[in-house]
């Protein structure tokens, strides 16, 4: 259902999880339809697959993941425990996600169409192998391309209708940059600019980003989604760009972010008890 791109909360992402809550002020779903919603929807393995991005934290301090030995392995295991990430997806979607909201969902991806594409989506989510994804579904696109596909099209509907209000730029920068304060305050590193200052870097940065993540989405649509015929993919586009399912996903990518970013921090604050070694 969501594709991962490898908090105190921030701001825009309060402001979305505010904008559901108000919008939509039915009773928010029970804990056992929360639990049944994140299986038939496939957001409790994108909750898992969260943890697949802890390798980049190293590297945003100038080090390895191989720097700190058998040591990274047991903090990834516990900082991104996954029974923790789903209780603060559920104490989240308790409050915000309404029963409408949950059904409409829900019962498009319990259809025949729906279950195929959470099941190749779940193995996408837990492929950790994603030079081999880039490059098949860049091989696709390319393909693609040269007959002038419709299909591309279609495949860049998904990704649009999955990316409400682009906000996986901001959100991947707003990790980023709660990840290095949160490294700073812990000690781990030394800033050599100031907040506002790293935050004016990532704005001058955020088109290119803008444009490496809508091309990796692609080429990963390409590649989950070869499969399917282009009828089901422009049938799942629809669903996607349906209002209510809009709502839903403006609310999963706020719930994701907020927890891959609370994680990040939690992983700075372990990182200062923490000292590069090796195994022997």
Known sequence: MFRQNRLIIAPFV?????LIAFANPLRAADRGALERFLEVTGFDVALDSIRLSADSAPEMLGLQTEDFGSEWSRLVGDVFDTELMHDMALDILAETLSD???DHAASFYASDLGTRLVNVENKAHMTEDDGLKAESGAAIIAGLEQIDSPRLETLRRLNVASDVEEISV????????RFLLAAAGAGVIELQMEEPDLR???RAQADDLGAQIAANALANAAYTYQSFSDDDLAAYADALEHPKMQQVYTLMNAVQYEIMANRFEAVAARLAAMQPSQDI
């Not at 309060?14 to 505010?18: G, K, P, R, V």
């Open 14 to 18: 309060m402001a979305f999880i505010a």
């Open 100 to 102: 409408d909201l949950l």
């Open 170 to 177: 901001r959100a991947i920068q707003e990790v980023q940059i």
């Open 200 to 202: 004016e870097v990532m």
